[in-house]
Nanobody, 125 residues
């Protein structure tokens, strides 16, 4: 499976961005897709996950509703809509995939996912 992220960039605080993750390859392998982010020196943290077949979504308990994960109708592209961006949202954002099964308890854990994209940088100033 190949995952290609896009949509990152530099924005001002309060603006929005929509990241895209284009997934190709065996559909079975990408039943579950997630977005993670990482800043240098810190752990990669999960920000949203989705089960493509059922549409279930997961967010961390600390989520404040500014990020929304979604998929296109064909299930080949997953989006992360980010609104009211803050400087602390600046990070490299990665798309990840796994065949699963993935439940709520592990949906946002880095070790759950076997396939990763190269990342797209988001900078908020």
């Amino acid at each position: 499976v190949q995952l290609v992220e896009s949509g990152g960039g530099s924005v001002q605080a309060g603006e929005s961005l929509r990241l895209s993750c284009a997934a190709s390859g065996d559909p079975y392998i990408r039943n579950y897709l997630a977005w993670f982010r990482q800043v240098p020196g810190k752990e990669r943290e999960g920000v949203a996950a989705i089960y493509l077949l059922g549409g279930h979504t997961w967010y961390p308990d600390s989520a404040d509703g500014r990020f929304t994960i979604s998929q296109d109708n064909a299930g080949y592209t997953v989006y992360l809509q980010m609104t009211s961006l803050k400087p602390e949202d600046s990070a490299m954002y990665y798309c990840a995939a796994d065949p699963g099964p993935v439940g709520r308890a592990i949906a946002l854990q880095r070790t759950t996912y076997r396939y990763w994209g190269q990342g797209t940088q988001v900078t908020v100033s």
